[in-house]
């Protein structure tokens, strides 16, 4: 399965995911597909409205202390939701649907979900650090929001100019 990144400002991308009722092998397939997409694009975290399919499921790989990614260390979260949210922290991240830019955005310290697993087995996540931040990233895109709208407005602004320049440059 080729899959292909959706970048902003591609409407398709505003679309609210749906849950996963049947975890059968074309879900394992978009799981798999959905790896190697977002390791070859160098990302940490994907979803899968990403790639065109409006569905609740998001991947995860957060680098060692290194720098390195394991594929022990991936995620398969499907059907997330938040039961619990603490604190604040801000980090500077950057999407794979919104190349080559990176702001500070706010967000929650630290998350427990809810989520299943590629058979469909229910479990529960503490997450903290950025594995809280890329969760709470990954979940905005199932609802069809990307971290560039929980900008200020005169940073929305600066985001706008710079990103129609880039485009523009390249030509898209
Ligand atoms: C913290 C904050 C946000 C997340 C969500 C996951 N974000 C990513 O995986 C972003 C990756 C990314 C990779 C890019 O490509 C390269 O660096 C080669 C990129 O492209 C450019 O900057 C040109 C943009 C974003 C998780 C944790
Ligand atoms: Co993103």
Not at 38 to 49: D, K, Q, R, T
Not at 57 to 85: A, F, T, W
Not at 101 to 117: L, P, S
Not at 141 to 167: C, D, T, V
């Amino acid at each position: 399965m080729n899959l292909t990144i959706l970048t902003y400002p591609d409407k398709r991308l505003k679309q609210v995911s749906k849950n996963i009722t049947v975890f059968n092998e074309s879900i394992h397939k978009l799981l798999d597909a959905m790896n190697k997409t977002m390791l070859e694009s160098n990302g940490i975290g994907l979803a899968a409205i990403q790639v065109n399919h409006p569905l609740n499921i998001l991947i995860l790989n957060i680098p060692d202390s290194e720098g390195e990614q394991h594929p022990d260390n991936l995620m398969e979260i499907i059907n997330p939701v938040v039961i619990k949210k603490e604190g604040q922290t801000t980090y500077q991240e950057g999407c794979l649907s919104v190349p080559g830019f990176y702001e500070d955005v706010e967000r929650f310290e630290t998350v427990t979900i809810n989520y299943q697993d590629r058979y469909g087995n229910t479990k529960t996540l503490d997450a903290t650090g950025l594995l809280s931040i890329a969760i709470q990233h990954e979940m905005d895109h199932l609802k069809g929001n990307l971290f560039i709208e929980k900008l200020s407005y005169a940073r929305r602004k600066k985001f706008e100019k710079e990103y129609k320049k880039a485009l523009k440059e390249k030509n898209i």
